[in-house]
């Protein structure tokens, strides 16, 4: 509110509607108080898969994944619930197509699929954690600050974990 009033904008003077446009914003609310939205892109210009067919985000989701285990035979997608499709459906139909080695469950313990995911990708393969809620990321914290961050430093750039992908929806 303050950086608004400061440029003028609350005092009633009037928007550099060319400046306006250049920067992307596209429309004030007549209430007084502007709000400032970004262009959003067309219909048109919405996310297609490989096909061309147009897809939701859930869908998306699941073929970035599937694409990424395609490309790379060492991925490995593991979680809480994950094989059954998990809580969003993410990951629905990755346990039929990859396999029960490459897509599997764990047991509820995020410390534990941080923990994992750490020893899997040190050792040269690329993990994919899902962790079934954000909200419950927390007990990883340990794993993700302590060592998934700082494990290069700390092996003096003999060990790295970069093939780590922690999902938390």
Not at 68 to 78: I, Y
Not at 83 to 109: A, I, Y
Not at 115 to 131: L, Q, V
Request: proline share 4%; with cysteine.
């Amino acid at each position: 509110m303050l950086r608004l009033a400061r440029n003028g904008i609350l005092r009633g003077q009037k928007w550099d509607l060319e400046r306006r446009k250049a920067n992307g914003w596209c429309r004030l609310l007549s209430v007084g108080v502007p709000r400032m939205e970004r262009e959003t892109t067309s219909p048109k210009e919405e996310m297609k898969n490989e096909s061309g067919t147009r897809m939701n985000l859930v869908t998306a989701i699941n073929n970035a994944l599937s694409l990424a285990m395609e490309k790379d035979s060492s991925a490995v997608l593991f979680g809480q619930d994950v094989s059954f499709g998990g809580v969003f459906r993410c990951t629905q139909e990755l346990h039929d197509k990859f396999g029960p080695d490459r897509v599997f469950n764990t047991p509820l313990s995020e410390n534990g699929i941080a923990g994992f995911a750490i020893g899997y990708a040190s050792m040269g393969g690329t993990s994919i954690g899902e962790i079934q809620f954000a909200d419950y990321i927390f007990p990883a914290f340990d794993q993700i600050v302590n060592e998934m961050a700082k494990f290069r430093y700390r092996s003096g750039n003999q060990w790295n974990c970069g093939g780590v992908t922690l999902r938390a929806p």
